[in-house]
């Protein structure tokens, strides 16, 4: 059975920082492509950031110079460092594992296994 995990959610100053973790089990981790998308409320959920193999990454243009998305193979996690957060950052963001790794996609419904997601919230 597949699991992703998110933790790290939290309510933070506008300016700060958290760091997201995902943990995952049950899937072969290394052979996956991992996302980052948000959802805030009245609102459809959207890309962050995805990461193929450790080099390779992408970000949506709202997060870029602010976020980096990494992953450890050896513990089958991936993460999201959040900088210089902004009150429109808040969202519930969730992990998501895609088994398709050479594609680039922004898409919610391409990607294969859902975490339940961790709520941020950045206070003006």
């Known amino acids: 059975q597949v699991q992703l995990v998110e933790s790290g959610g939290g309510l933070v100053q506008a300016g700060g920082s958290l760091r997201l973790s995902c943990a995952t089990s049950?899937?072969?981790?290394?052979?996956?492509?991992m996302g980052w998308f948000r959802q805030a409320p009245g609102k459809e959920r959207e890309f962050v950031a995805r990461?193929?193999?450790?080099?390779?990454?992408y970000y949506a243009d709202s997060v870029k110079d602010r976020f980096t998305i990494s992953r450890d193979n050896a513990k089958n996690a991936v993460f999201l460092e959040m900088n210089s957060l902004k009150p429109e950052d808040t969202a519930v963001y969730y992990c998501?594992?895609?088994?398709?790794?050479?594609?680039?996609?922004?898409?919610?419904?391409?990607?294969?296994?859902w975490g339940q997601g961790t709520q941020v919230t950045v206070s003006s």
């Open positions: 998501a594992a895609d088994s398709f790794m050479a594609r680039m996609t922004t898409r919610a419904n391409e990607y294969d296994y």
């Open positions: 990461i193929r193999w450790s080099a390779s990454t």
């Open positions: 049950g899937l072969a981790f290394s052979s996956f492509a």
